[in-house]
C-alpha cells in the first residue's frame, strides 16, 4: 500500500500539548493514550504536527498514515501506545482504535491504518 490514505473525513482540533504528524490524538487536544478514558481516546490521526494552541487537522474517517512505535503485523488492531506518543501499538480484539492494513517492520514506520471508534472492553 505505501504512503497513501483515503481521508474521508476530518476535523479541526486546537491542540492542548505538541503533536506529531500521524499521531493518534484523543479528544482532548493531545496524543492519545493507551489508558482510555473519556478525553484521552483516540478520536483520529494527526494530518500535520502542531504546537500548543495551533489547529491541527485530525482525520476522523476511513484511513490514515500513523507511525507505529514498534513492528506491526498486517491487519493486526492497533491502539495508541502506552508511552502516550500517539503512535499505533499492537492492540486487541477488545482494545483497538484501528486495523493495520500494512506491516510495519520497526519502529518510526507510517502504516496505513483502517480508523475505528475507540474500543476498550
Given at each position: ?80 501506545a502506552a508511552d502516550g ?14 486495523k493495520a492494513l500494512e ?15 475507540h474500543l476498550h472492553a
Open positions: 500500500m505505501g504512503r497513501q490514505y483515503d481521508k474521508q473525513h476530518a476535523t479541526t482540533v486546537v491542540a492542548t500539548a505538541a503533536i506529531e504528524k500521524g499521531r493518534f490524538v484523543g479528544f482532548n487536544g493531545a496524543h492519545a493514550t493507551a489508558a482510555g478514558g473519556t478525553s484521552a481516546d483516540s478520536m483520529g490521526v494527526s494530518e500535520h504536527a502542531a504546537a500548543i494552541g495551533a489547529p491541527v487537522s485530525v482525520i476522523t474517517h476511513y484511513t490514515a498514515l500513523v507511525e507505529a512505535s514498534a513492528a506491526i503485523s498486517q491487519h493486526a488492531f492497533v491502539k495508541p506518543s500517539g503512535k499505533a501499538a499492537v492492540g486487541s480484539n477488545t482494545d483497538h482504535c484501528g506491516a510495519a517492520t520497526q519502529a518510526g514506520q507510517f502504516i496505513e491504518v483502517v480508523l475505528y471508534r
